[in-house]
């Protein structure tokens, strides 16, 4: 019986998680971070994107040969379906037919930039012109061990990895935090990122920002992939020994 005991305590041992396994962040008392705008924050726009693009003037009537209507210019939920059916989409060419003006080029450009091309293409017709491009099909997915993974459509220009896995209830405690990947689409090009989520390194990176399209994937930890097997987690051996060791003391009686 001395031998079974000293064999659970060890199996309950095995089961203990770690501060260095669990908590976040854990270099942050001696990061110096990088100033937030030398990392591009702006969304990159792609093929098959929705675009609203707002068009505002100190003259209204110049503005009105583009078809746009007045308003605040201000997206709400409601409304996001109705903005899908009239906006723009981009080709696969890389092109949106904008009206008055023909096709404009804006795969690869930020948001900012493509305000920018869109304001120079208006200004010799548009006296002043104000121009906000925003996308409306702005998604991302998030996988694995987190308490709600599913893919998340959003209204806001920016949004931060740990906002995007806050909004996917952050990970279960079955989740890796030194293993969170990040499959991204830069162009033809498919870039994948591990971020470890126990230090900062990473916050200085293009990866703090969640991109249009990004799967984020968490991986199960060891216990939690061991769980998915026959005999289970540590909680569940430790339960099969205490039945074996009650069996063995009745009958010993």
């Not at 583009?66 to 981009?90: A, K, N």
């Not at 006296?127 to 209204?155: A, D």
């Not at 916050?203 to 289970?232: C, L």
Request: negative net charge; charged residues 25%.
């Amino acid at each position: 019986m001395k031998k079974l005991f000293v064999i659970l305590l060890a199996l309950s041992l095995v089961g203990c998680a770690l501060r260095k396994d669990v908590a976040y962040y854990q270099d942050i008392d001696e990061k110096k971070f990088t100033p937030l705008p030398e990392i591009n924050s702006h969304q990159v726009i792609q093929v098959n994107d929705i675009l609203n693009i707002k068009l505002t003037s100190l003259n209204p009537e110049s503005v009105a040969p583009f078809s746009f209507e007045g308003g605040d210019g201000q997206m709400r939920p409601q409304q996001i379906e109705v903005l899908r059916l009239s906006g723009y989409i981009v080709d696969a060419d890389g092109f949106i037919e904008y009206p008055h003006i023909g096709k404009i080029y804006l795969k690869g450009k930020t948001t900012i930039e493509a305000q920018n091309i869109i304001k120079e293409a208006v200004q010799d017709e548009v006296k002043n012109p104000n121009v906000k491009v925003t996308l409306l099909n702005y998604k991302f997915t998030i996988q694995g061990e987190v308490r709600m993974p599913g893919t998340y459509e959003i209204l806001e220009e920016n949004i931060t990895l740990p906002q995007a896995l806050g909004m996917a209830g952050d990970l279960t405690i079955n989740g890796r935090r030194d293993n969170v990947t990040i499959i991204r689409h830069d162009g033809d090009e498919r870039i994948v990122k591990r971020i470890n989520l126990t230090q900062t390194d990473w916050m200085d990176t293009p990866f703090y920002y969640v991109k249009q399209n990004d799967i984020i994937y968490v991986e199960p930890n060891n216990p939690r992939v061991k769980s998915a097997g026959f005999i289970g987690n540590v909680g569940t051996v430790i339960s099969v020994f205490s039945i074996i060791l009650s069996t063995v003391v009745i009958l010993s009686r």
